[in-house]
């Protein structure tokens, strides 16, 4: 017992894995995957788009100023004086908060005008962007470096002043990275951010304490300077919360379908083993009656025999009138015992019988006397449709024989109170012989139909509820199907389905 229920146990908890656990756990693992990848795509199109804006706006920013500086070049070819040019650099330091410094130096380095306060003497001869503005006559943007003057992270605009095809000076603007990193800062505060010159010098960086999600660098180059914009997808913590939520809920969900599914698995499982039940049970009623007919049918039927030979010698004896009617009453008695322990040896007769190839029309034709005269004696109509060609079916005679004589004296009792219709057919359909049996009842209703299979069932006075139950027994015993389609008030249809035999 203990070995049974631990077996249940382990095979509920297997079940419960199979349809719960397992679907639950891999659903989820792809889902998260899903969302994760979608989450990767999704911010990396942000991410996308706003490189494209961020490297716009440092692009703009370094043309005007190339601009500005070009344009102070053009102006600074015809100003011999040192004051006029610090007063133009003056005005326009004033009004932009992005230079870090604005100088004018001499084709040697020395600084001669600049827009800080000068302690000592200043010379950048050495700066190699200097050197190169001077060799090409062209402005040139320096790699970041520490500015002499003011110590901050800058980079440098040297724009050459030409005047009869000779240098006259440089003019220099310094730009404040620092200043430009806040306002990337201001534009996207939450990406992570860099720009690097040509050496791979870091010249802005924001947020690379931050954490950035599986994905590629996302990297655009600059065209007005030789730089690079890169930057990463982040996870914010937003992100994270909605990644989570979604995760959670689309597990709960999964949860209780599963769960469902688990409970209308059992649901069925335990209506199909609650049929098998119930067929074993009607199995085991079958045998115990037929156990019970085979041994003491025999036992019934000899003493039966001499009673009703006795009856029928006093008969002959006492011819009074009413001594006739009792003889009568008992013979009809004795005979009725005899039908019902027939129909209980056919219940216990074995499966395996002698068995030929009969045609279904004329098995119908032999009972066809017997089935008339019933019908004749209840006012009944009968209807007979044979099938044109001969139908053969392997089969015992006398048990089909059974099959058409219980069916038909079920319809006919149907409509013996007020008369009715009887149509008897036969037909063939793909493989199969189809006796049709339709009758103009009272029908069946609904919660009886599912019932009459069942042994010892019936709805009548004088049933034994053993007809469609040997019925349904001799059609399966021949590979055969038996339905019944019932209206109550209206009539019944009885269709036996018996496989043709094929010579």
């Not at 800058?154 to 806040?182: H, Q, W």
């Not at 009138?321 to 216990?348: A, C, H, M, W």
């Not at 044979?386 to 015992?396: A, Q, R, V």
């Not at 034994?464 to 019944?492: A, F, P, Q």
Request: charged share 20%; hydrophobic share 40%; glycine share 6%.
């Amino acid at each position: 017992m203990c070995l049974k229920i631990e077996s249940k146990v382990l095979k509920n908890s297997l079940v419960y894995l199979i349809i719960v656990i397992l679907p639950t756990t891999i659903g989820s693992i792809l889902f998260a995957n899903y969302h994760y990848n979608t989450a990767i795509i999704n911010q990396t199109a942000k991410t996308k788009e706003m490189v494209n804006f961020q490297s716009s706006y440092i692009d703009r920013f370094i043309g005007e100023t190339l601009a500005s500086t070009e344009t102070l070049g053009i102006v600074f070819e015809n100003k011999n004086s040192n004051e006029e040019i610090k007063n133009m650099l003056h005005s326009i330091h004033k009004k932009d908060d992005r230079f870090s410094g604005l100088y004018w130096a001499n084709p040697n380095g020395d600084i001669l005008v600049s827009t800080l306060d000068l302690d000592n003497k200043v010379n950048i001869s050495y700066r190699e962007y200097f050197q190169q503005a001077l060799q090409t006559k062209r402005t040139v943007i320096s790699s970041g470096h520490k500015g002499v003057i003011t110590g901050r992270f800058i980079v440098t605009i040297a724009t050459p002043v030409i005047k009869s095809n000779k240098v006259k000076g440089v003019v220099l603007f310094s730009l404040r990275l620092d200043y430009l990193e806040n306002v990337l800062k201001v534009l996207a505060p939450d990406e992570i951010l860099r720009v690097i010159d040509p050496i791979g010098q870091e010249l802005i960086t924001t947020n690379l304490d931050s954490h950035s999600i599986d994905s590629d660098i996302i990297s655009t180059e600059l065209a007005n300077v030789n730089w690079t914009v890169e930057a990463w997808p982040r996870t914010t913590l937003s992100n994270k919360k909605i990644f989570i939520l979604n995760s959670v809920i689309f597990s709960g969900i999964l949860l209780i379908l599963t769960h469902i599914l688990f409970l209308l698995g059992k649901y069925l499982l335990l209506k199909r083993q609650t049929i098998r039940e119930r067929e074993e049970n009607e199995l085991q009623k079958l045998e115990l009656v037929g156990t019970l007919a085979a041994s003491s049918a025999h036992e019934i039927k000899n003493p039966l025999t001499g009673v009703k030979g006795l009856i029928q010698l006093l008969s002959e004896k006492h011819k009074d009138p009413n001594d006739q009617f009792y003889f009568s009453v008992i013979q009809q008695e004795i005979t009725r015992i005899n039908d019902i322990v027939n129909e209980f040896l056919i219940l216990g007769k074995p499966t395996a019988d002698k068995r030929k190839s009969y045609d279904m029309n004329d098995i119908v034709k032999e009972v066809q006397p017997i089935i008339q005269s019933e019908t004749n004696l209840y006012n009944v109509e009968f209807d007979l449709h044979l099938s044109e060609k001969p139908m053969y079916i392997m089969c015992s005679n006398d048990n089909i024989k059974q099959v058409v004589l219980n069916l038909s004296k079920n319809a006919i009792e149907s409509m013996q109170a007020d008369g009715g219709k009887l149509s008897i057919s036969i037909q063939k359909e793909g493989k199969s012989c189809i006796l049709s049996i339709t009758d103009t009842g009272v029908g069946i209703p609904k919660h009886i139909l599912s019932k009459v299979y069942t042994p010892f069932f019936t709805n009548k006075d004088t049933g034994t509820g053993l007809g469609l139950v040997i019925c349904k027994r001799i059609v399966n015993m021949y590979n055969g199907t038996i339905n019944i389609d019932s209206v109550e008030g209206k009539g019944t249809i009885v269709q036996v389905h018996l496989p043709l035999h094929e010579d």
